[in-house]
């Protein structure tokens, strides 16, 4: 399980999360549970990992076509995986181009990635707000210079209604996904720079048109989350969950009460927090873990201590620490964003120094042949570090059903193409995106992808969407390509 | 409305408007008026009714260069900004209009959570486990819009109200402190104990609905046959999850505007000056209806602004003001071989000049234009030999005179070292910075699509000469030409914060620059006398400050307040505390806005 290139730098573990203990006796009860799993109709699990500011492009572009295809030089780590992964041409991300806004993509490459739905950056918190206006959190001076009335028709005209939320997040609300107490699980590692553009710049999952689904930031969050929904077997006291509901059931009354004398905005915010308890008191009295779990390896000595003040190793502890999720059936759904931006002085596995100043400086690289070498280093390294992922997901056994890399679907890309003049009004340009897994067995991986026309990434989206069941016909500007994934 | 507060020798009703001069209303945007009834009117409808209301300086030249009907205007950047100004102060506004501004009622902040808990108990810990990250649209994490709950934290704060309890009753000190009646007396001692901390934790007297409802968990676990102990942890739990203690609360009455509560007010003032609940002495003031007079509540702000709890003014206002956690930004730290005398302890010593500072003007209620004008600092020994300031100090730090050449905080080494890159200052950076925290102007955005920002490599040209080659690109120039000269006049100190008369390519430094309004400097010392000259800084921290306290962005109706405030309360004669008096004794902080209105 240890491989080198998954090396965490210093002690960031008390101990590793490699040190899984699981009961015998329910090992045992394991072709039953998969027999059931079966009839529950589970879905594969879905998972996005954002990176920003583009790649070098020259060297990220695969050559050939089906199966017969070779890897960019940039993607060498990804060689043992080739078979595990497919990589497609020309995706273009409509809604990600500036639309005569001006300035503003790498912001709008982070709100448009998962949304698919034109981001108008900076008109304040909560929203980017997807479609229409919003006068209660409007920033006027923050608008963009050709934000014009004329515009947000130009929208409604193009794109119609407000959007219902991010690809994952729509995910994470079907059906399938009421028994899970974690619907999804968002994780932003780095970012939080000079930047000004508040809202959509910060989230890339969106519960609707302007409200950003929650996420960690801090891995002792991410990792007592997840490590709250860990099946450990023991018989909860009745007791214990009496008192704990009867503590929940005060807040109807309160909220009852408050709600006679504040304003309707006011109400629907103690409402949700109400209908937040509510779900909560209703996961208390179901004291039965998911059929699919089983007692799994997570322990409270492997949460994190610190993973210090490198990124990649923030990367790396979160991936485990999905790995860990899907092991113990904990969630089906998780999108991490790596904000790299600010950052320099990163090294790689090997202690090799891959920049020494800050990433955005390299991605503006101007075809400066040192910056240009910079970006290439990095992004190397991005697929190094997906490597390792897909590493990890294959080594793990998915209830005797396959590996956890079979049984997901996995988006790994950004949002721009280049990072040095980003050009998404171009029309010769194509985002970086790399399929990996198998989707249970609704994808077959191991290919290029090239129609030689433009694939929308919002039919990616809508694939990865309909695989986990939904039957939505219609997401973001999808025209309903079928794609042979 | 009657006549409350007594501020700079003239009375001013509660609700504002009626007594703004125009000496309120910057100049700026009365010659912007005048430029826009000129030039904009017969197209854009008068001011008072313009769709274009708010428009920022890079819209309009937006509009010029690319409105085929705006081809031909022509206007300098001054005036542009003028004209910006007026849009975003209608001088009309001033006078008609009784818009203090609505705040939601929403969650407490997650550092406000924490201190709320701590104080409530009298403890200390960190109960912020499993919260997902705080949201905010402003610079501050007490902004209001933003503070909704989630189904995970929701969950957090459940379970951390197990933690929080626990740990309570393992503090025996903190137990004997809860336990003021007689266990044996069972229902009517937890009825005494919940009424005591639910007073604390809603912020007001509970009444009987409230005392039944939170002891309904105490009489659950006793009926299953729990002792009084676990009973009692389960309404304290009740408690902690209660939305009156989660949540700030406004009332909505169908008056449009009113004037706060009693108890409202004592929340907003407990939370703006201490990020925490209010103290038993501020409860009693309200439920002895006193807050509201006027020298009560100057006696509560002099005594909250005394308490050790105030060091959240510190701590969280100039913290997220000056955005001081950009210094610890992961990697970016300064190359160790190049840089080898910046040490982790260097940046310490750095953090706690600046916040040491900020303290120090609080405590000894100094003027606000200090913090740019200062001619002293506090320093250790360790600090003043990096700036080479050569005098004898110690480990503690002291307050000490600085050369000419320095200005208040703007030359502290954590606001050089964590607005320059890596290795080397950065002049856009600097810039951009000294625009958002300093002079309130929207730094641009990012370049647009396909404009190629890399500083030309030009042989024989300084950095200055080469940054002027690139800006002066028709794409560049809207931007680069307010942000760049802010970011060169702080060139004669290094990324590290030290002086420096020459650039690394071997020409002498050149820290000339020109604000938008004409006005020229030489260097960060003059800087900071142009902007103060004119009341832009002024305006600019009275706004910062308002956004705090309020808990809400700073919009185009607060344009007047704000002005006021920072003209009237920001001088070389006042103090600290008229600041801070001002703050609270202005609309946007002591009424309340329906949520129809906009």
């Known amino acids: 399980m240890s491989l080198p290139k998954w090396a965490i730098h210093r002690r960031a573990f008390l101990r590793g999360l490699g040190g899984t203990i699981s009961l015998p006796f329910l090992e045992a009860m394991m072709p039953f549970q998969k027999l059931y799993a079966q009839s529950l109709n589970l879905p594969p699990r879905m998972i996005y990992l954002w990176f920003d500011l583009g790649v070098y492009r020259t060297d990220w572009v695969p050559t050939g076509n089906g199966r017969n295809w070779t890897l960019p030089s940039n993607l060498s780590p990804l060689q043992n995986h080739k078979n595990e992964i497919i990589m497609l041409r020309r995706v273009r991300n409509y809604y990600g181009d500036s639309h005569n806004e001006g300035g503003g993509d790498h912001a709008r490459s982070i709100g448009t990635f998962l949304t698919c739905a034109h981001a108008r950056y900076g008109d304040g918190h909560p929203g980017p707000d997807f479609g229409l206006p919003n006068p209660t959190t409007a920033r006027l001076q923050h608008q963009g210079p050709g934000t014009t009335e004329g515009f947000a028709a130009f929208q409604q005209q193009a794109y119609g209604n407000k959007i219902a939320g991010s690809v994952d997040q729509l995910a994470a609300r079907l059906p399938w996904n009421n028994s899970y107490s974690l619907k999804s699980v968002q994780m932003r590692v780095g970012g939080g720079g000079d930047s000004h553009h508040n809202s959509i710049n910060q989230h890339l999952s969106w519960t609707n048109y302007n409200t950003p689904a929650p996420r960690f930031q801090d891995l002792h969050s991410l990792f007592d989350t997840i490590y709250q929904r860990r099946p450990t077997g023991d018989v909860v006291d009745p007791r214990i969950s009496a008192v704990d509901t009867s503590i929940l059931d005060t807040v109807g009354p309160t909220v009852a009460k408050i709600n006679r004398m504040v304003g309707s905005a006011d109400k629907m915010r103690l409402d949700k927090y109400l209908s937040e308890t509510r779900d909560l008191e209703r996961k208390i009295s179901s004291v039965n873990p998911m059929p699919t779990q089983k007692v799994c390896g997570l322990t409270t000595t492997s949460r994190p201590q610190s993973a210090g003040p490198r990124f990649d190793d923030h990367i790396k502890m979160t991936l485990q620490l999905f790995v860990k999720a899907f092991q113990c059936d904990i969630t089906r759904v998780a999108t991490h964003g790596w904000h790299y931006g600010n950052f320099s002085f990163l090294t790689d596995s090997a202690g090799r120094t891959l920049n020494l100043e800050p990433h955005n400086s390299y991605s503006h690289h101007g075809d400066n042949a040192e910056s240009r070498d910079g970006l290439r280093r990095i992004s190397q390294y991005w697929a190094e570090i997906f490597a390792g992922f897909l590493q990890e997901m294959k080594q793990a056994d998915d209830n005797a059903s396959g590996s956890l890399l079979d049984n997901s679907q996995i988006l790994f890309g950004c949002g721009m193409q280049d990072g040095n003049g980003h050009n998404s009004d171009y029309g010769d340009t194509e985002l970086p995106i790399i399929l990996a897994g198998r989707a249970s067995g609704k994808w077959s991986p191991g290919k290029l992808v090239d129609t030689g026309n433009m694939i929308r990434l919002a039919d990616i989206h809508l694939n990865m969407l309909q695989n986990m069941g939904s039957t939505d016909q219609k997401f973001g500007d999808s025209a309903g390509t079928q794609l042979n994934l | ?598």
């Open chain 2, 1 to 598: 409305m009657v006549l409350l507060f007594q501020n700079c020798g003239e009375f001013e009703s509660a609700d504002g408007f009626a007594n703004i001069s125009s000496t309120d209303i910057p100049d700026s945007a009365l010659i912007g008026k005048a430029i826009y009834a000129e030039r904009c009117a017969s197209c854009h409808q008068p001011i008072e009714s313009s769709r274009k209301l708010g428009r920022s300086p890079e819209q309009i030249i937006w509009g010029i260069e690319n409105v085929p009907q705006m081809a031909g205007i022509k206007l300098t950047t001054f005036e542009i900004r003028a004209v910006s100004e007026a849009l975003k102060i209608d001088p009309a506004i001033c006078e008609v209009q009784d818009k203090p501004g609505h705040i939601p009622s929403n969650r407490m902040s997650h550092q406000e959570y924490n201190r709320a808990v701590n104080d409530l108990f009298q403890i200390t810990g960190n109960w912020t486990s499993g919260f997902t990250a705080d949201n905010s649209a402003s610079f501050f994490d007490n902004e209001s819009f933003s503070k909704q709950t989630n189904s995970l934290l929701t969950e957090a704060y459940f379970n951390n109200s197990k933690r929080i309890v626990d740990s309570l009753f393992a503090n025996q000190t903190a137990l004997n402190r809860l336990m003021v009646c007689n266990p044996n007396q069972g229902r009517a001692c937890a009825s005494i104990i919940v009424n005591q901390v639910g007073r604390l934790a809603f912020r007001r007297p509970l009444d009987s609905e409230d005392i039944n409802g939170l002891l309904g968990p105490f009489e659950r676990a006793q009926a299953l046959g729990l002792n009084f102990n676990d009973s009692l942890k389960a309404s304290l739990r009740a408690i902690l999850i209660n939305p009156n203690f989660l949540f700030k609360i406004f009332k909505q009455t169908n008056q449009k505007v009113r004037d706060l509560d009693q108890f409202e007010l004592a929340t907003r003032l407990s939370f703006f000056i201490w990020g925490s609940i209010p103290d038993d002495g501020l409860l009693k003031r309200a439920e002895q209806n006193q807050l509201l007079a006027p020298e009560v509540l100057d006696q509560e702000i002099k005594r909250l602004l005394a308490s050790p709890k105030s060091k959240y003014l510190v701590n969280s206002f100039a913290w997220q003001w000056l955005g001081l956690e950009k210094i610890y930004n992961a990697a970016k730290q300064p190359d160790p071989t190049l840089f080898p005398t910046y040490t982790s302890q260097l940046r310490e010593d750095m953090v706690s000049e600046t916040l040491t500072f900020f303290d120090r003007l609080i405590v000894e209620n100094k003027s606000p234009l200090d913090l740019l004008l200062g001619d002293y600092s506090y320093l250790n020994q360790r600090l003043s030999d990096h700036y080479q300031f050569n005098q004898a100090l110690g480990s503690d730090f002291r307050k000490v005179d600085i050369p000419s050449n320095r200005s208040g905080i703007l030359t502290h080494g954590s606001i050089l070292r964590m607005t320059s890159n890596p290795n080397e200052t950065s002049i856009v950076n600097r810039g951009a910075w000294t625009m958002e925290r300093i002079i309130c102007e929207e730094p641009p955005h990012d370049a647009p699509d396909g404009v190629d920002t890399t500083i030309p490599e030009l042989p024989g040209l300084s950095l200055r000469e080469r940054l002027e080659v690139h800006r002066n690109k028709p794409a560049c120039i809207s931007c680069h030409s307010v942000m760049d000269p802010l970011g060169f006049a702080y060139e004669n100190f290094g990324p590290i914060g030290q002086f420096r008369t020459q650039w690394k390519d071997g020409f002498a430094v050149d820290a000339t620059g020109q604000l938008p309004d004409g006005s020229r400097f030489n260097g960060v010392h003059e800087l900071a006398l142009r902007i103060t000259e004119n009341g832009v800084f002024q305006r600019c921290f009275s706004k910062h400050l308002l956004s705090f306290a309020t808990t809400r962005q700073i919009g185009l109706n607060d344009g007047c307040t704000v002005n006021r405030i920072g003209k009237r309360n920001i001088t070389s004669e006042s103090q600290f505390s008229d600041l801070i008096n001002a703050v609270i004794k202005s609309d946007p902080f002591l009424r309340y806005q329906n949520e129809e209105i906009q």
